[in-house]
């Protein structure tokens, strides 16, 4: 039977690179040959050409990295602002990557409970019969980012399609963003932080998934930016696969990023978005039409870094 933490573990063992590819596009990320090139396809269809160009931009950037990078995650955010053809594309870039053997993770951050979380976990995670172009059938992604604080009300529904279909999630712990605490480290009777009892919950939400490597398919999600905290939540969540965000451009180092690790230096993946998908911004030495060997140049670059801060760990 499938076991996502399984196959995400062997393939980050595999290709030595324990991270994650955001495509998170933006219209201003994509080279201006590409939104041109998209127009004159659908020359007055905005929405049409917007949809073309993301995908034509997902599509290099994935082509790229496909052999040194074991997953993308895409954030549904940055695909429903524009509309209903851009959704199209995220079904198709979440497919086409499967097909390059790629994992998926998808960054919805859902939160409700009952028949509607199970409609949120079927539409995300379940299998479906909808036909995309290029016969491409929509599969469902690999794993979403769910938001815990419903209870497990609004967890179990996930957990349920995700041990049927081999599927994963992420619950938000400790995340990145700078106002984390407001919330996140309001101190309960017993002493801990709110962060630290969602920890406990997620540990033990995800024992009944735990595969052969020794990691649930129920993990968190833990930002770089909070390091102190990563190691003691990794302590606190033994078996779970940590999902880190915060490298890159929003603030947070390969030192900062693999705080979360076990001492064994696996059970996380480190997200980088806008870095990779806008590298051929920074490098002058390469054309707008070479953003797909920036994107690839950028990740390895994140996968040297992060494997020589594993090998000198200073957060323990």
């Known amino acids: 039977m499938r ?3 399984d196959e995400l573990v062997r393939k980050i063992a595999e290709m030595e690179n324990p991270t994650v590819l955001g495509l998170d596009p933006k219209l201003d990320y994509i080279p201006d040959f590409i939104k041109e090139h998209a127009e004159q396809i659908f ?16 599509k290099a950037i994935i082509d790229a990295t496909y052999d040194i990078v074991p997953a993308i995650k895409v954030q549904y955010a940055y695909y429903e602002m524009y509309g209903i053809e851009s959704l199209k ?13 790629m994992l998926v ?13 199970t409609a949120y976990a079927e539409a995300i995670l379940g299998n479906t019969d909808l036909l995309l ?31 049927r279909d081999g599927k994963g999630v992420f619950c938000l712990v400790r995340t990145s963003n700078p106002s984390a605490g407001d919330f996140q480290d309001l101190e309960l009777s017993d002493g801990r932080m709110v962060y630290e009892a969602v920890a406990a919950k997620v540990s033990s939400w995800g024992e009944g998934l735990v595969g052969e490597e020794g990691f649930s398919s129920v993990g968190a999600v833990v930002g770089a930016t909070w390091p102190e905290q990563a190691v003691q939540l990794r302590r606190a969540m033994p078996k779970a696969i940590i999902l880190v965000p915060g490298y890159g451009a929003q603030g947070a180092s390969a030192d900062d990023a693999v705080a979360s690790f076990t001492a ?16 051929w911004h920074k490098r002058a030495d390469l054309k707008p039409e070479d953003f797909a060997m920036a994107a690839r140049f950028e990740a390895q670059d994140m996968k040297s870094k992060l494997n020589a801060a594993l090998k000198n760990r200073k957060y323990v």
Not at 89 to 101: E, P, S
Not at 107 to 115: C, L, Y
Not at 150 to 163: C, H, M, R, S, T
């Open 3 to 5: 076991n996502f933490s």
């Open 43 to 58: 020359p007055e269809e905005a929405a049409k050409a917007t949809a073309k160009a993301i995908w034509l931009f997902n």
């Open 89 to 101: 594309t995220m079904l198709l870039t979440i497919r086409y990557a499967q097909k390059k053997g």
């Open 105 to 117: 993770i998808s960054d919805a951050k859902r939160n409700d409970i009952g028949s509607t979380a």
């Open 133 to 163: 172009g290029e016969n491409m059938e929509v599969t469902g992604s690999d794993a979403v980012t769910v938001n815990p604080y419903l209870g497990i009300d609004g967890v179990k529904p996930f957990i349920d399609v995700a041990k």
């Open 264 to 279: 064994e230096g696996k059970g996380s993946i480190v997200n980088a978005s806008r870095s990779i998908m806008t590298a």
